[in-house]
């Protein structure tokens, strides 16, 4: 089975930047979508980005310009870079990965990891 582990998130300020990283373990070969999604308590989860083995982007309009999705199918990781943070960024950010691209994008995919947590506070 897919395993997905988050790591990068921490106490930043606004207008600073964090990068994230989402690593991969175990049958990883037939994994051509992954992304990241957010959730505050009390909300409802929402799509931040995803990126398809071939490098098709999509960004939520909330971040886009601001936030960077790139993967490295060498390594196994997806990573998320996140500039001109804001304080309605903070949320857990959770790792999606299917080998679907359509399953991530719903939220419908197989493999989800843990979160990191990301806080914007000055």
């Known amino acids: 089975q897919v395993q997905l582990m988050e790591s990068g998130g921490g106490l930043v300020q606004p207008g600073g930047s964090l990068r994230l990283s989402c690593a991969a373990s175990?049958?990883?070969?037939?994994?051509?979508?992954m992304g990241w999604f957010r959730q505050v308590p009390g909300k409802q989860r929402e799509l931040v980005a995803t990126?398809?083995?071939?490098?098709?982007?999509s960004y939520a309009d909330s971040v886009k310009g601001r936030f960077t999705i790139s993967r490295d199918n060498a390594e196994n990781t997806v990573y998320l870079q996140m500039n001109s943070l804001k304080p309605e960024d903070t949320a857990i950010y959770y790792c999606?990965?299917?080998?679907?691209?359509?399953?991530?994008?719903?939220?419908?995919?197989?493999?989800w990891g843990q979160g990191t947590q990301v806080t914007v506070s000055s």
């Open positions: 999606h990965a299917d080998r679907n691209i359509l399953s991530v994008l719903t939220q419908k995919g197989d493999y």
């Open positions: 990126i398809t083995s071939g490098g098709m982007t």
């Open positions: 175990g049958s990883i070969a037939s994994i051509y979508g």
